[in-house]
């Protein structure tokens, strides 16, 4: 299938996702908003796929935000439907039991600096730049940007991020726990499909279970959390993987994971 604001390339176990709108430095609209979602229903359908990676095209934006073109005209109810349904598409990354990379490849503002903290792991360009500048622009985070940022780096220096509308670049992104390791521009895709190949290798199950025990229980009180914890490890024992795995440690040799 083709779409007309992203593109969506297999390879192997990994597919890989670009955000493609580059008269726009890849800001979202709701069409974009759509393929995406398209997109995500294909991953999570396709039981050859055991990773996605997000990143924009071209080397200058990850996302430059949600389309302001798009937003400046709408209505309150218009407004708050586009919010919901940025919300309900990144929500799907975070919910898919599959592993999502954000490779971070350039300016990555408001709706993009959602779109990022919404994956599992971000990687980052060295150039890369991340800032929620909503209140800039009269309005507030509305793609969940008031609730992942301060969850990743703290409530004070989310606020002092939204409040003010500065941006970062990625050292101190990297400083402040907004993302995980930075790169070379040029390196940045290798760095992500490795990483990627890297989670490919292990039970696929057990890496969709490890994701649901992490995004759940930060929900909930650790004796819910632990308590789910120890249903989804439960739930490994009905698997081949978990059989397999054990099996090949005993017999010192590489486990061969079936599931997809
Ligand atoms: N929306 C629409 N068009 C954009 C956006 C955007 N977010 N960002 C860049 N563009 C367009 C520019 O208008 C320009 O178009 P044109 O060539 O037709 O004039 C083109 O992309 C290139 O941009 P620049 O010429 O500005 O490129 P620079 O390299 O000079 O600057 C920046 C790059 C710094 C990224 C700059 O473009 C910029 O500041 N962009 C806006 C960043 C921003 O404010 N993002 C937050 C938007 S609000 C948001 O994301 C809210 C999310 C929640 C929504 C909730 C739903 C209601």
């Known amino acids: 299938m083709t779409y007309e604001n992203v593109i969506l390339d297999k390879e192997d176990n990994l597919a890989t996702l670009y955000i493609n709108r580059p008269k726009a430095m890849n800001a979202l609209n709701r ?19 055991k990773t996605l990676i997000i990143t924009g095209s071209g080397e200058k934006a990850f996302v430059a935000g949600a389309d302001i073109a798009y937003m400046h005209n709408l209505s309150v109810s218009e407004a ?3 919010s919901q349904l ?24 408001g709706g993009g600096c959602e779109l990022a903290m919404a994956c599992d792991i971000r990687l980052a360009a060295e150039h890369a730049v991340f800032g929620q500048p909503e209140v800039g622009l009269g309005v507030i985070p509305g793609y969940g940007g008031t609730q992942r940022l301060a969850r990743l780096v703290g409530e004070g220096r989310a606020k002092e991020l939204i409040f003010t509308g500065d941006t970062i670049k990625t050292p101190e992104a990297y400083r402040i726990g907004l ?16 990483l990627a190949g890297k989670i490919a290798r292990q039970a696929p199950l057990a890496v969709g279970y490890s994701k649901t025990a992490v995004g759940k ?12 914890e ?13 059989k397999e795995g054990m099996k090949a440690f005993m017999e010192k040799r590489k486990p061969d994971f079936k599931t997809k």
């Open 86 to 109: 940025g919300q309900d598409v990144f929500r799907m990354i975070e919910l898919m039991e599959k592993p999502v990379i954000a490779a971070i490849n350039g300016f990555a503002l």
């Open 80 to 82: 708050r439907a586009f």
């Open 179 to 194: 993302v995980n390791h930075v790169y070379p521009g040029s390196e940045l895709m290798d760095q992500a499909k490795k």
């Open 230 to 242: 120890s249903d989804l490890f439960g739930m490994c024992f009905a698997t081949e993987d978990q």
């Open 217 to 228: 229980g930060l929900q909930v009180d650790i004796d819910t959390g632990i308590g789910m």
């Open 31 to 49: 069409e974009t908003l759509l393929d995406i979602k398209a997109v995500l229903m294909d991953v999570k359908n396709d039981s050859d796929v």
